[in-house]
């Protein structure tokens, strides 16, 4: 079909009609050979005030990080009675003489299943020093002990103690820990790190409990 034709767009605004529309027209200019007649035809378009919008264009709202949690298990057999490494586990100022990175914790004296913990630590080429305010869960004598942090770095864990014989046991500690945001940029390394230092520890508990024997 030969035909040559003009389209004109017309916008009406609100106070024309009740809801915004756009006004497609097609005007044809007729040949000797083709008329053709289309009739005007509406399309409905949302109209949107510039007083509703509150967002920017291209603004995208702020969403606070998601931070990352890891766990790190390890275990070990030690050569004492169950009933002496957990004793000597559940002396909690008493653990920075075997755990690397642990510096100091203080039973509050009002509240002694309350305890504030230092950890210090150079590592990945900084000083690390966190600190956090931990409530001791109810134990299970011989069997479990198990903590969570209140304030200050946000952590958990639990130490369980298994009878091996009457003399030995296997320790099974756990610890749970957001990772802190200086050392997001090195998350990955963080875990198999955190774990080498747990089974450092439990190596160094283990003559620490033994030695106790002999007091």
Known sequence: ???????????LSPTHLSTNKLLFSSIHTPTAKTTLSLRPFLFRVQYLSPKRSSTPTGFK??????????DCTVKREIDVPVAVAYKCYLD???????MPFISSVKILEDKPDLSRWSLKYKAFGRDIEFSWLARNMQPIPNQK?????????????AVRFFPKG????????TVSYEVPQLLVP????????LENLLIRGLERF?????SSLAD
Do not use: D
């Not at 709202?61 to 990352?68: A, D, L, T």
């Open 1 to 11: 079909m030969s035909a040559a034709a003009a389209v004109a767009l017309t916008y």
């Open 61 to 70: 709202p702020f969403s606070p990080p998601v931070m990352e949690w890891q």
């Open 92 to 98: 909690r100022e008493s653990i920075p003489r075997w």
């Open 145 to 157: 002990i198990h903590w969570r942090s209140l304030e200050g770095l946000p952590n958990r864990g």
């Open 166 to 173: 009457p003399s030995s046991c296997t320790v099974e500690l």
């Open 186 to 193: 090195v998350a990955s390394a963080l875990q198999p790190f």
């Open 206 to 210: 283990a003559k620490f409990a033994k």
